[in-house]
């Protein structure tokens, strides 16, 4: 069986193997409107835009969840990721408006920092300290992807692939009797379907890509400005990094790491990465020529199909 339709801004393909005639997509669908009215930036009456706009509110316990999830996550990723950048990312531009040259960096680095979040409780309200506004973004679609793979497993499915917004994870096998196989883009505007840069077989494992190669602008110095804030100083980072595809035990982290590789840029991604347990990656740079170049983890081809 396989559940496809728009979600979070994107899409998602959800394949899973049942006796004919069962169909769990109503309750997929469910799932993916929960965190869309919890999560979503773009719900005028969402969590997140009530919490942003200064209201106290009970937050549902997967939205603490992720509120819990990410401020550790911070701390992992030595502040490359960060959920509280949300302001820098609109005064930039970068949040559906105009691109600007220059921003008043230092009013605005006061209200960013996870550590300034307190802590969900639960059954207790929730109130952001003033100024401050949240974008799960960098990890919303991989919290997504896990809960969906729990409803799938309480279901005693054992063999799935769950994508949102190119965010996956599989298990077992597909109707063929292989391993799962996902195909990575190649980082270019111009691609067509099916213009894989790689390929890789997953079981049990999660793969998110983050990448800026379709936003960016080219400054005065011909070098590309990229569509992501670096938390720590907040300014747009300026990287030849194009994309950072991350294989890790659960969505969720895979999500945060290829978001915090892009801040890194490869020169400090790669040995961070490298380091992290159970963790893989593979990057795509481009050169002073403009040819693509690939940097991998030394675990990466267990999974890459030859």
């Not at 109503?26 to 993916?32: E, K, M, Q, V």
């Not at 050169?287 to 940097?295: A, D």
Request: proline residues 4%; contains cysteine; hydrophobic residues 40%.
């Amino acid at each position: 069986m396989t559940n496809q339709g728009p979600a979070q801004g994107s899409t998602y393909s959800i394949s899973y193997l049942v006796p004919e005639g069962v169909d769990y997509r109503s309750g997929i669908d469910s799932i993916l409107k929960a965190m869309d009215q919890q999560m979503s930036l773009w719900v005028p009456a969402s969590e997140i835009t009530r919490l942003n706009s200064g209201d106290s509110i009970l937050l549902s316990a997967d939205f603490a969840s992720v509120v819990k999830r990410s401020i550790d996550l911070v701390a992992s990723t030595m502040g490359n990721f960060d959920i509280t950048v949300a302001p820098v990312v609109k005064a930039w531009g970068f949040s559906g408006g105009q691109y600007r040259d220059s921003v008043n960096i230092d009013s605005l680095m006061q209200f960013v920092g996870s550590q300034k979040l307190p802590i969900p409780e639960a059954d207790t309200r929730y109130g952001l300290p003033k100024g401050m506004q949240l974008d799960v973004n960098g990890v919303a679609q991989g919290y997504t992807v896990d809960l969906i793979k729990q409803y799938l497993e309480s279901h005693s499915i054992k063999d799935y692939l769950i994508e949102v917004g190119g965010e996956v994870v599989c298990k077992g096998k597909n109707a063929a009797g292989r391993n799962w196989r996902i195909g990575i883009d190649k980082p270019e505007e111009s691609r067509s379907e099916g213009m894989f840069q790689t390929i890789v077989e997953l079981d049990t494992m999660a793969l998110a890509t983050s990448g800026n190669y379709r936003k960016y602008w080219v400054n005065d110095k011909g070098q590309k400005v990229v569509h992501t804030i670096d938390p720590q100083n907040g300014m747009p980072v300026v990287s030849t990094l194009l994309s950072a595809s991350v294989i890790a035990p659960d969505a969720t982290l895979a999500d945060a790491l290829g978001t915090a590789a892009m801040v890194m840029g490869e020169q400090k991604a790669l040995p961070y990465l490298e380091a992290l347990p159970k963790v893989e990656a593979y990057l795509i740079t481009s050169t002073k020529l403009g040819e693509l170049k690939v940097i991998k983890t030394s675990g990466w081809s267990n999974y890459e199909l030859d």
